[in-house]
Structure formats: C-alpha cells, structure tokens
C-alpha cells in the first residue's frame, strides 16, 4: 500500500446510526471508534438492550467500514472490477481465507465494564458488566465502548497479519 492511499485510508471516516436510532458509532482510519447514545437512551435501557445494541452497530459499523475502504481502493485504483476479498488462486489463499472467516479477536476497556468480541469479523457479541449502568455516566460508558472497540480491532489486525505471516512467510512454497 502506498504512501498516498494509507493517508486517505486514514482520513476516511465512517458512520452508522442503528435503526432504532438508540447507538451510533464512528470509526476514523482503521481503528479510532467513537460510540454515542441518543438523548435518553442510556439512562432507560437495560444491561441486555445495550448489549444488543451496541453487537447491531459494531456488526454496521465493520460492514460499512469495509464497503468504504473497498470504494477508496476502486476510486485510487481506478478499477471497478476489485473486489473485497478476490477469489482464492492458491493453496495458501484458501487456508489465509479459512483463518480469517475463524479468526477469534476480543477487547476490553481499561475499566473492565465493556468487553466486545468477534469471530470472522462477522459475529459480535458485547458484555456489559452487570448492574452498573445506575452508578456509570454516560459519558464514561461510550468511552469504555469505544476503548474496547478500538482494542478489538487493534487484536484482530495483529492476529490477521500473524495469520498472513504463518500462511504465506512461512510455508515452503514462499521459499
């Protein structure tokens, strides 16, 4: 990736609102998340409505982001044709393709209150500690949100280079 294209990657930014309207996040670049909740929202909800809400946006959040970064590459490319993930020509793709749709990442927050997890990059699941959204700010809870977002995608970067390493640095076909 040039030098050029990894500054507009990191320039870009990317927002979604969940249906209900209740959470909405931002991603900035590949890993600065910001999360919000709409006027009232926090202060009624339960620990497993926040939960569900916050898994909804972090599943549109990556989709959005990944639809985003695709149309940069067509845009600094100029090619229609490539694709998010192009079809696999070797051994090794296969095997590259088969970690990533397996590939198990998690983060959390310095203040254990959120945690966030994925597998493929696909399914979220978020843990909210347990009767405490009567005693944390809002304010603290998007923060605490976002740490662990931004951790979660920092894990999952690393373990997909460490996949990439093993696959195609590795193998004695790359030799």
Known sequence: MTDEFAELIERSEVTVTIPNGHVTATVRGERDVT???APGFYATCST???????????RLLFAAARREHLE??????????VESRPEPQTPQDHDYYARLAELFAEGESDDGLVSVSAVGQQQ???????GV???VPQAQMEASCAQAANRLLAET???AAAARWE???ASPQSA
């Open 35 to 37: 999360v919000g909740f």
């Open 48 to 58: 497993v409505q926040l939960q569900d809400n916050l898994q909804t946006v972090a």
């Open 167 to 169: 696959i195609y640095m």
């Open 133 to 135: 959204l009567d005693r």
């Open 124 to 130: 979220y699941v978020v843990r909210v500690k347990p």
């Open 72 to 81: 940069q590459i067509r845009a600094f490319t100029g090619r229609d044709d």
């Open 157 to 159: 970067e690393q373990r």
